[in-house]
C-alpha cells in the first residue's frame, strides 16, 4: 500500500511499522510512502511525486492523510483533493483510503473525525479511524502516552495504535489478538496493548459517540 501524507504518518514511520505489524499476524502488507512535513494533498499533488508513485501502480491501496481538516475550508479542500487522489488511485487499480488524525491542543476532535468520514464518503473509500482510536483509549486510560510532548505528533505508543487501525481495517482482522510487537520497533505490554487494540476496535465499529470526552 502506498501512504500520501506528512509528519504525523512519517513520524516513528507508520509504514514500515504497518508492514512490520502485519507479517507478525501473517499477512503480506508491504508499504512504501511519499511524506512531508506540513504538506497537504494538494501540495503532494502539485510537487508531482505523489501523482508519479500513484501512477506507476502496484498498489492494493493508496492512504491518504493531511490535517486535522476541522475549518470549513480545510474540510472542502479535504473533499476536493481525496476525491483528485482517489481517482487516480483507481485508475490505478488501487482503492482509497482515509487516515483519520486528531486535532492539536484544544482543537476540536468531532471536526476532526467528521471531516475524515465525509471525506471517505465522499469518494467511496476505506476509512481508518485512527483518530477515534486515539480518543477511545484516551478514555480508557488518560495517562496513556499517545501524542508527543507537543501534545499532537504520536508516540511510538501511539504510531502502534495507528498500525492496529490500518492493519485490522485493510487486512480484515480483528485488532484484538493483533500482535503487541512490531518487528524490532515496538514490544508493547500485555495489557497496555489489550486496551489499545479494544479501543481500535471500538473506533473501527463506530460505536465512539460524537460528544463524547
Do not use: C
Not at 486535532?103 to 483518530?131: C, F, I, K, N, T
Amino acid at each position: 500500500m502506498l501512504f500520501i501524507g506528512n509528519s504525523l504518518t512519517a513520524r516513528n514511520d507508520l509504514p514500515g511499522m504497518v508492514a512490520s505489524l502485519a507479517a507478525g499476524a501473517g499477512l503480506d502488507l508491504p508499504t512504501s510512502a511519499v511524506v512531508a512535513d506540513g504538506t497537504n494533498l494538494e501540495d503532494h499533488w502539485t510537487a508531482g511525486r505523489a501523482r508519479g508513485a500513484v501512477a506507476r501502480g502496484g498498489w492494493s491501496v493508496v492512504v491518504m492523510q493531511q490535517g486535522p481538516s476541522t475549518a470549513p475550508e480545510s474540510r472542502e479542500h479535504l473533499l476536493r483533493w481525496s476525491a483528485v487522489v482517489a481517482g487516480a488511485a483507481r485508475d490505478a487499480g488501487a482503492r482509497p483510503a482515509l487516515y483519520m488524525v486528531w486535532p492539536p491542543p484544544g482543537g476540536d476532535w468531532d471536526r476532526a473525525s467528521g471531516s475524515y468520514r465525509l471525506a471517505a464518503e465522499h469518494v467511496d473509500g476505506e476509512l481508518l479511524p485512527v483518530g477515534d482510536a486515539i480518543r477511545a483509549a484516551l478514555r480508557r486510560d488518560p495517562s496513556l502516552q499517545l501524542l508527543d510532548h507537543d501534545g499532537f505528533h504520536p508516540t511510538p505508543l501511539g504510531t502502534y495504535l495507528a498500525a492496529v487501525v490500518v492493519v485490522a481495517r485493510l487486512g480484515g482482522r480483528s485488532p484484538v489478538g493483533l500482535p503487541r510487537r512490531a518487528g524490532g520497533r515496538i514490544s508493547v505490554p500485555v495489557g497496555t496493548a489489550r486496551l489499545l487494540q479494544e479501543a481500535a476496535a471500538e473506533a473501527i465499529a463506530g460505536r465512539h459517540k460524537v460528544g463524547q470526552p
